[in-house]
């Protein structure tokens, strides 16, 4: 933010940095030649603060709605408007056109539903309480009156309720297809078994998040690949149809779990939901006894039952229209995934060679080729061997202890990324894409940043989407804010 000149007298309402909080409130006590003598306010200790780094205090002590009507606008201004109003539950803010959301970590029904869906619809934005049905009725009504495609960013790091603003505003997009009155189109082919399309999209949000969301140390149901849905709509405003395209997937969690997180989700569900049948049909075990899942302590979610949420995926999948042939399909090849886990490899007589090592390790060999429907032989040569194509032919090498483990989980990270991609294929068959469409709202839930110890090249690719997609947004926004200010585009450079 901008640097501008300010002017302190004795009394003047202070904010001063502090190690512990960041900004703390103080009073000037005293004005020096190049200094301020401030007093803090609960504690009373005096310290001597540059003035330029002493911003002046904002006298709204509740906070506003909107903070570009903040008489100063710097960051210890807006972060303390943002905290004023979450204390009392006020979890929304306005900045212009843009809306600062706070994870309440806690379910406040009062603010969604019907109720206030009506409330919202047709109201101008700025004319209500901040909301993100404001922001979705905005793109809606946007939409309709040029005809043109919109598009909602949903951006913040990991664990900031991206994904649950996401749902909120999908919620009220086919809220309004179906009040047009004019989206009850059935899909009378394909196996949507009768259903409309807003059921079809909502139903996609639960079966993405079983598949694709996993719990982290900061989100018990983080989404861990990108998502941008594009609902289209036809003239009269009623939803037409709607595509799901996916980028990112975090393939390194398949494989390799952090304590105390888990993998995803369909892993825990699948051993600890399927019947007794299905459970001899895939050759299930405990979660604690596959080797993918126990490498974190973590197996269940407090308040969450695995069990339950197996049975709301395998009714997500029927509601979307995955007839039962294909569910079976996937499951099986995740059943398949979690036994790859569990091969491990001995060293052969050969030096640098390896094999299946004998016992449970060739039972899950076993296992896995037969969910696959795959020769087990054939499967442990891929395992244990390398091909490379020459110009004389292809050349076998074989692999030693390490490198067969690493191929193993290679092999795991492809066949459920490709199983995932797959389904989300399928999702779209089963919904429909109106390319004929008046026009379309698109809504991006881009994948939280994150910075780890060790950052491999995978969250190298999905830092740099991040800030890519952030630099667009920057770009969009404050440039629109300047041309409407009658600005020079030509005076600031956005990063």
């Known amino acids: 933010m901008a640097t501008a000149t300010v002017v302190h007298a004795v009394g003047s309402k202070v904010w001063v ?29 005096l310290r001597k603060v540059k003035s330029e780094e002493a911003p002046l205090q904002n006298v709204d002590s509740r906070g506003v709605e909107d903070m570009t009507r903040l008489s100063y606008l710097h960051e210890p201004g807006v972060l303390w408007n943002i905290k ?41 934005l700025g004319d209500l309480s901040p909301h993100v049905y404001a922001i979705a009725d905005a793109a809606y009504r946007q939409m309709r009156k040029e005809l043109k495609g919109q598009s909602i960013l949903v951006s913040g790091e990991s664990g900031a309720g991206k994904t649950e603003t996401s749902k909120l505003i999908m919620k009220y997009l086919a809220y309004m297809g179906g009040y047009m009155q004019a989206a009850n189109r059935r899909i009378s082919s394909g196996n949507g078994g009768g259903r409309s399309v807003e059921e079809q999209v909502l139903e996609s949000n639960p079966l993405l998040e079983a598949f694709g969301n996993a719990k982290t140390v900061r ?47 369909i892993f825990y569900q699948l051993c600890d939901g399927a019947s007794p049948q299905e459970r001899a049909r895939w050759f299930l075990k405990p979660a604690q006894e596959f080797h993918y899942l126990n490498q974190s302590t973590c197996f269940d979610i407090p308040g969450d039952s695995n069990a339950e949420e197996y049975k709301r995926t395998v009714t997500a999948m029927a509601k979307v229209g995955i007839p039962p042939q294909q569910r079976e399909a996937v499951f099986a090849t995740v059943a398949a995934v979690l036994h790859l886990g569990n091969i491990s490899f001995v060293e052969e007589r050969e030096a640098d060679s390896s094999k299946v090592a004998p016992g449970p390790a060739y039972e899950h060999l076993q296992a896995a080729a037969a969910l696959l429907g795959v020769d087990k032989d054939g499967l442990e040569h891929a395992l244990t061997t390398r091909s490379r194509m020459m110009r004389e032919g292809v050349i076998v090498s ?68 991040n800030e890519k997609l952030q630099q667009h947004f920057n770009q969009h926004v404050f440039k629109q804010e300047q041309v409407s200010g009658g600005y020079s585009l030509a005076t600031v450079c956005y990063l």
């Open 17 to 45: 940095k502090d190690d512990a909080e960041s900004w703390v409130k103080a009073e000037v006590q005293k004005i020096e030649k190049d200094a301020l003598i401030v007093a803090l306010e609960e504690s009373g200790e």
């Open 219 to 265: 989100n018990n149901n983080s989404s861990r690949f990108g998502k941008y849905v594009e609902i289209n709509f036809h003239k009269e405003g009623g939803i037409s149809g709607a595509a799901i395209r996916t980028y990112l997937l975090e393939r390194s969690r398949v494989v390799s779990v952090n304590n105390p997180e888990r993998s995803y989700h």
């Open 398 to 465: 074989p692999l030693n202890v390490r490198s067969a483990l690493d191929n193993r989980d290679s092999l795991a990270k492809i066949i459920y990324a490709k199983m995932f991609d797959w389904l989300v294929a399928a999702i779209n068959a089963a919904i429909g894409e109106d390319r004929n469409c008046a026009a379309s709202v698109g809504v991006l839930d881009i994948y939280g940043f994150e910075s780890f110890d060790f950052n491999d090249l995978e969250q190298f690719c999905i830092n740099l989407a």
């Open 84 to 124: 004023s109003r979450y204390q009392f539950d006020d979890i929304y803010t306005y900045t212009g056109s843009i809306l600062i959301a706070v994870n309440p970590f806690a379910p406040l029904p009062h603010l969604y539903g019907p109720h206030m869906m009506d409330q919202y619809r047709g109201v101008d």
